[in-house]
């Protein structure tokens, strides 16, 4: 990698107005020749240019008082021609050469219906590129929260395979490269290169810098019922019934923001929410919880006890005059908290309190929208670029908002129960460092195919950047989705890290039992099969926030040197072991997946069939049809019997799936804690090693150190490319041994062990003979 090899650094130094300094010393100019001191002033005058000490923007002005100050940097990637990240972009994986258009562009904004395939600017900014070829990963951080430009080229752009093929014919020795320019609009150039040389290297380099995805508890990775807007307690209570009646599990209902009075958060509508607590102990009741919204921007109004103490502590965003800045949103006229200020953020977390937030329990979380931050009335939909933070203007800090906002809103969440409890937020603007806050989801989209399709590459740049938490609204916020369309997009969305349906409040109601028995039935399994797999979710999280590595991964971070993943974006894996391509296009017959590793094999887990790595293959689908392979090698834990919600499966028995490489060994890991406290920082944990070799299979403690009781136990054990054994037996750590039920099914060598029946936290060895 080399900087500035083509000569682009620049560095606009702060400077003052001319007219604006006071009595600035007169320059001595006795010696000078008349004419040339004529010819020195005009060429002075011509360089203040439209636009260096304000600009205009539709009504917009922009006073700048510090002129131009923009910095940039160029970076040459020599031999690379894939790069990745940079979010947020509705754009495929591989990220486009900009020579043709506008470069990728930073700058979080509330976007109304964002356009797909394109550079523009969306609702968060990550400044992290990788880059990637066969023998190396890299990375660079570009550390700056002002407006960001990217400029990617690319000297095998636009060739074709027939001309690459070409220039090798004709022994043109070009090395392929990718240059990338970075602009932003002030600060300074901070910049940290990351030298990988694998994926995971540049993952744990980037962690080591910014942290790693919180760990969220179990529930949060369940199933999430949302829209805009839940009418009342009676309507929150028929569609929580509405999931028993039809028996399909969820985690959390969501109130978006009409359930306040007149949008001032920390309230509730007194009529149509008269009795929070109430609604909140019945969802409490039934093991499940509710996440309500509280959104940055503050209704001015003398009687809103919120925003008279943020007034008098002098906590409000200023304007370039001094005034508390105001505009225009959900409430109407609004102040913005200034969230850059460490005693503003600790007030309000403070605000979280059970004593200050009248209504709310310990199962009500929290949900930070519009915090990029949203102001009707400003440019582009946002704040005015002069606005003050203290000594800094908004343009220096503005990637950084809603940053802040999901930081000070998880604390609260933190400190409310003591600092026991972790925290669920979930935020729609972030920066890098984002991760260590909560979720994220990919905002306003639309009930459309290439929406459904293009959440899939939105949340994998997203998880190379460190955010693993990430989803898609399930059958698109605006619009309405045709069937077919929502049953594909459960069906996908039970496959991506944060799980959850919403929808705008213009469209018709879309609860999963509305559409028709057999489309009915359809989503029940989608979601099931979610938490059926919920051991395996909650192991990638952990060890997520333990490495830094991405839950939601491409295929060419498990196999950096197959370039026939290089820019797939149509399935992915979680984690090492399962591999995911959802049907994304309407009304198909078949998918091609790309199965990958040459020495690999990979199980359909839902017929057991085994397929060899290293080909593409074509998998005929109905309706019905979710493609998830397992790597042979690996083994999953699950928990098959699911109930209402995942707090009901909490001592639930688990099922080891175990698929067997060609090597006929395989392993993996089971992680189990209390689910929602920070005592598996004291150690207070599960952590177990599973291992399958020379036909035995063993669980071996990761964590002798760790405490903790379950309740859970193995109530059975399904291997995939097994041999039949005459006999199974079971040792246990006390040495004492048992037989073990089995069937074999010889057509597609699958062997169930049923009821081995030990302790999910205990050692033990199965022994097939």
């Not at 074709?160 to 014919?169: I, N, P, S, W």
Request: proline content about 6%.
């Amino acid at each position: 990698m080399s900087l500035n090899s083509r000569g682009l650094l620049a560095f606009e130094h702060l400077r003052m107005r001319k007219d604006t300094q006071a009595d600035p010393e007169p320059e001595k100019k006795e010696e000078a020749d008349p004419d040339n001191q004529a010819e020195t002033a005009k060429e002075e005058e011509e360089k203040v240019e439209e636009g260096m000490w304000e600009e205009t923007f539709k009504s917009h002005s922009d006073g700048k008082p510090n002129g131009p100050s923009s910095v940039s940097l160029d970076f040459s990637l020599p031999g690379v021609e894939h790069v990745y990240g940079i979010p947020e972009h509705a754009d495929t994986l591989r990220l486009k050469t900009t020579d043709n258009g506008d470069p990728y562009r930073l700058y979080n904004l509330d976007v109304f219906q964002y356009e797909l395939y394109n550079p523009m600017a969306l609702y968060g900014a990550v400044p992290v590129m990788l880059a990637h070829h066969a023998q190396r990963t890299t990375g660079v951080f570009w550390l700056n929260a002002a407006e960001t430009w990217v400029d990617i080229s690319s000297n095998t752009a636009g060739k074709t395979v027939f001309g690459k093929m070409l220039d090798y014919v004709q022994g043109s020795s070009e090395t392929p490269q990718t240059d990338v320019r970075w602009i932003s609009e002030s600060g300074i150039i901070d910049v940290f290169i990351m030298l990988g040389p694998t994926p995971k290297d540049v993952f744990s380099q980037y962690a080591s810098l910014t942290g790693t995805q919180s760990f969220p508890p179990l529930t949060s990775l369940g199933y999430h019922q949302c829209r805009w807007n839940y009418n009342d307690q009676e309507d929150v209570q028929s569609v929580d019934a509405g999931f028993d009646e039809h028996d399909i599990p969820y985690d959390f209902i969501w109130l978006d923001i009409e359930h306040t009075d007149g949008k001032r958060y920390f309230t509730w509508d007194p009529h149509k929410f008269a009795t929070p607590k109430e609604m909140l102990q019945g969802i409490m009741d039934k093991k499940r919880k509710m996440v309500a919204i509280v959104d940055p921007h503050i209704k001015v109004d003398s009687n809103y006890k919120i925003h008279n103490e943020i007034r008098s502590r002098g906590f409000y965003i200023k304007n370039k005059d001094g005034g508390d800045y105001e505009g225009w949103c959900w409430p109407g006229s609004a102040g913005y908290p200034d969230f850059t200020r460490a005693d503003m953020r600790a007030w309000w977390a403070s605000m979280f309190a059970y004593d200050q937030y009248e209504g709310s329990m310990e199962n009500l979380y929290t949900w930070n929208d519009m915090n990029e931050p949203s102001v009707f009335n400003g440019p582009e939909v946002t704040m005015h670029k002069d606005a003050m933070h203290g000594d800094w203007e908004h343009r220096d800090v503005h990637n950084l908002y809603g940053f802040y906002v999901q930081m000070a809103t998880a604390e609260g969440l933190i400190q409310r129960s003591g600092g026991v409890e972790r925290p669920f937020v979930l935020t729609r603007a972030f920066f890098a460092g984002s991760q260590r806050y909560g979720a994220v989801w990919t905002g306003d989209n639309a009930a459309e195919w290439d929406h459904l399709k293009i959440s899939i590459p939105m949340c994998l740049s997203l998880g190379l950047v460190g955010i693993s938490f990430c989803g898609a609204d399930v059958g698109g916020f605006f619009k309405s989705p045709s069937t077919e369309l929502l049953v594909r997009w459960y069906q996908t969305g039970a496959y991506q890290p944060f799980f959850r349906a919403h929808a705008h409040l213009d469209t018709p109601r879309r609860e999963p039992w509305l559409f028709g028995p057999e489309n009915t039935a359809l989503i029940r399994d989608a979601v099931r099969q979610r938490y059926t797999l919920m051991p395996y979710w909650y192991l990638q999280f952990y060890q997520a926030h333990h490495t830094g590595q991405p839950v939601m991964r491409p295929l060419w971070v498990e196999y950096p040197q197959d370039p026939a993943t290089f820019a797939l974006d149509d399935e992915f894996l979680i984690g090492r072991d399962l591999l995911v391509h959802p049907v994304t296009e309407e009304g198909v017959r078949g998918v091609t997946a790309y199965l990958p590793g040459k020495d690999e094999v990979w199980f359909d887990v839902h017929t057991f069939q085994k397929h060899n790595g290293a080909q593409n293959l074509y998998i005929p689908v109905t309706i019905s049809s979710i493609p998830v392979f397992q790597r042979g090698g690996s083994i999953i834990p699950r928990k098959l019997r699911v109930r209402r919600s995942s707090s009901c499966m909490e001592h639930d028995p688990y099922s080891l799936y175990v698929a067997l490489n060609p090597q006929r060994t395989a392993e993996g890991e089971l992680y189990i804690d209390d689910g929602h406290t920070f005592n598996y920082e004291k150690k207070e944990f599960v952590h177990r090693r599973l291992s399958f070799a020379n036909n035995l299979l063993s669980s071996v403690d990761l964590a002798p150190d760790a405490q903790f009781t379950t309740h859970s136990w193995i109530e059975r054990i399904i291997i995939l490319g097994a041999s039949k054994p005459s006999k199974v037996t079971l040792k246990t750590a006390d040495g004492q041994e048992s037989h073990i039920d089995f069937e074999f099914d010889a057509s597609m060598s699958v062997l169930t062990l049923r009821k081995p029946g030990m302790n999910s936290g205990a050692d033990w060895t199965v022994m097939l003979q």
